[in-house]
């Protein structure tokens, strides 16, 4: 399976501040069809994952613009450009290039 | 409005077998491949499987640790997609989410595997 890795595990942040999650694959996750099958999800408290983010980059409907995805072969990373509260809860990074999808092991994000 | 709802879960011996069932509405089921993502207590997110269409003929993925023991099936005459689990292991026991496509997902279901 494709292993996945996250860093930090637990990234604490200044209200207003930015943030940045990288996230790195065993594998180049390019597919055959030229796209590259690498979303974000954010979990909050309690709640059911949100995907924020398709295929790199592609911000999904209702994103703040204030999440951004970018990236390429083997590395990836999600930034925040100035967290809010609401941001607060677990991020999380997900191939989809190969069967099995694997999930990174997730990222909490908190205020200081 | 698009609504996944997961039903089915409780608590099973081990070794034990459930199903459970993932209701939907708001879109076309037969046209989504359906995805069952899990969450152990406390723990990050777990990629279960996936059925495909029909047009690509509804055929399955599974995690190695489920693969032989957890199969995924879908009626779409009924909007439903289900996960049928047989010999269940302590380490099953999770909440049990189904997505659409990763945009769309369920409240989740729990399912305890415990003596």
């Known amino acids: 399976d494709v292993v996945v890795t996250q860093s930090p595990l637990s990234l604490p942040v200044t209200l207003g501040q930015p943030a940045s999650i990288s996230c790195r694959s065993s594998?180049?996750?390019?597919?055959?069809?030229?796209?590259?099958?690498l979303n974000w999800f954010q979990q909050r408290p309690g709640q059911s994952p949100r995907r924020l983010i398709h295929?790199?980059?592609n911000r999904d409907s209702g994103v703040p613009d204030r999440f951004s995805g970018s990236g390429s072969g083997t590395d990836f990373t999600l930034k925040i450009s100035r967290v809010e509260a609401e941001d607060v809860g677990v991020y999380y990074c997900?191939?989809?290039?190969?069967?099995?999808?694997?999930f990174g092991q997730g990222t909490k994000v908190e205020i200081k | 409005e698009v609504q996944l709802v997961e039903s089915g879960g409780g608590l099973v011996e081990p070794g034990r077998s459930l199903t459970l069932s993932c209701t939907t509405s708001g879109f076309t089921f037969g046209e989504n491949a359906m995805t069952w993502v899990r969450q152990a207590p406390g723990k990050g997110l777990d990629w279960v499987g996936v059925?495909?269409?029909?047009?690509?003929?509804?055929?399955?993925e599974y995690a190695a640790s489920v693969k032989g023991r957890f199969t995924i099936s879908r009626d779409d005459s009924k909007n439903i997609a289900y996960l049928q689990m047989d010999s269940l292991r302590t380490e099953d026991t999770a909440l049990y989410y189904c997505?659409?496509?990763?945009?769309?997902w369920g409240q989740g279901i729990l399912v305890t595997v415990s003596s």
């Open positions: 997900m191939q989809g290039t190969y069967w099995p999808a694997t």
């Open positions: 059925i495909r269409t029909k047009t690509y003929g509804a055929t399955t």
């Open positions: 295929k790199v980059s």
């Open positions: 594998q180049t996750l390019v597919y055959s069809d030229g796209n590259t099958y």
């Open positions: 997505t659409r496509d990763y945009v769309d």
